[in-house]
C-alpha cells in the first residue's frame, strides 16, 4: 500500500438481518444499521459521509443482499448501481467481516474501516484519521477520543473506557489499515474476539506484565499500543480525534434515541439545551 496523499479504500462493517437486536425493535426494522437517524438508515448515513470525502475512492458495505432486500433503503441501491457502493457478505463476526475486508481491497492504497452504527460520522472526520494516520507513519491506526471531552458534551453517554497515565480514552469504531503490514492488527483483533469468554486466553496473549502494567496505569495511550505493536508485528498508533461525536455509536436504544437529537439539533446544541 502507498499512502498517496492518504486517499483510501473504505470498509463498512454493517453485518445481516437481526430483528431481535433492541435498537432494530426499537425502530421496528430489520437490523440495527437500519434505524433511522433524522429519516435515514444509519448505515446509509454512514455510507453518504465517506462519499462526502475527497479521501474516500470505493465504499465495500460488509451486508448481506438479503438485508438490502428486507431493509427497502432508499439511497444505498442508487450508489449501488453507480459503481461508488459495493456489497460483500459479512462473516460470524465484525472481525471477520474486517479481515475478509482486508483481504480483498485494493492493495494499493489504505483501507478505512467503520461500524454501521455510527450515523454521526462525518467526512472531517474520515479526513482527520487519514490524515493523522499518514502522520503517524503507522501500519495499523486506532481512532480514540478522550473521554473528558465526550463527558462535557454529552455527560449521558456509555462508553468503554481505557484508562491509561495520560488520561482516559474511548474507541472510535473508526480504523485505518495504512500497509499489508496492518492486516495483523486485525487478526490480533479477532483472536481476542474469539477469546472474550476466556479471558485466561486474553491475558496469554497479552503476556502478564502488559496487564499489570496497564491496571497500574504505568503507559501513556501511546506507550501501550507500542507495547501492543511490539507483540503482533506491526506499527499501530493512535489518531486522536477532537470531535466527540467521534465516539458515540449505536448500541441500545437509549443511544439511538441521543444521536437523534444530536442529528435534529446539531453538534453542540445538545449540551447547550441541556443547561
Not at 463498512?12 to 434505524?35: E, I, N
Not at 453507480?82 to 467481516?97: I, K, M, N, Q, T
Not at 468503554?160 to 485505518?176: F, I, P, Q, W
Request: hydrophobic residues 45%.
Amino acid at each position: 500500500m502507498t499512502n498517496d496523499g492518504a486517499r483510501a479504500h473504505a470498509l463498512v462493517l454493517a453485518g445481516g438481518v437481526d430483528r431481535t437486536h433492541p435498537v432494530a425493535q426499537a425502530d421496528s426494522v430489520a437490523a440495527k444499521p437500519f434505524a433511522r437517524v433524522a429519516g435515514t438508515a444509519m448505515v446509509e448515513r454512514v455510507v453518504a459521509a465517506l462519499l462526502a470525502s475527497d479521501r474516500i475512492t470505493h465504499v465495500t458495505l460488509s451486508l448481506s443482499r438479503d438485508a438490502v432486500t428486507t431493509a427497502h433503503l432508499t439511497e444505498l441501491p442508487a450508489h449501488i448501481r453507480a459503481g461508488s457502493v459495493s456489497l460483500r457478505e459479512p462473516g460470524p463476526s465484525r472481525a471477520a467481516s474486517a479481515l475478509d475486508g482486508a483481504a480483498v481491497a485494493p492493495g494499493d492504497r489504505p483501507l478505512l474501516i467503520v461500524t454501521a452504527d455510527h450515523p454521526l460520522l462525518t467526512a472531517a472526520m474520515v479526513d482527520d484519521v487519514l490524515v493523522g494516520a499518514q502522520r503517524a507513519a503507522c501500519d495499523f491506526a486506532v481512532a480514540m477520543n478522550q473521554v473528558q471531552i465526550l463527558a462535557q458534551r454529552y455527560p449521558e453517554v456509555r462508553c468503554s473506557r481505557l484508562r491509561m497515565r495520560d488520561g482516559v480514552y474511548s474507541g472510535c469504531n473508526l480504523y485505518a489499515m495504512m500497509r499489508p503490514a496492518g492486516s495483523r492488527a486485525v487478526t490480533f483483533w479477532r483472536e481476542l474476539e474469539q477469546s472474550r469468554k476466556a479471558p485466561h486466553r486474553i491475558a496469554a496473549r497479552l503476556g502478564p506484565a502488559s496487564l499489570v502494567g496497564y491496571l497500574l496505569r504505568r503507559w501513556t495511550l501511546a506507550q501501550a499500543l507500542e507495547r501492543l505493536s511490539a507483540q503482533i508485528g506491526c506499527r499501530v498508533a493512535p489518531v486522536l480525534l477532537e470531535q466527540p461525536e467521534a465516539a458515540i455509536d449505536v448500541d441500545t436504544p437509549a443511544d439511538l434515541a441521543l444521536v437523534r437529537r444530536i442529528a435534529r439539533q446539531g453538534p453542540g446544541a445538545h449540551d447547550t439545551a441541556a443547561r
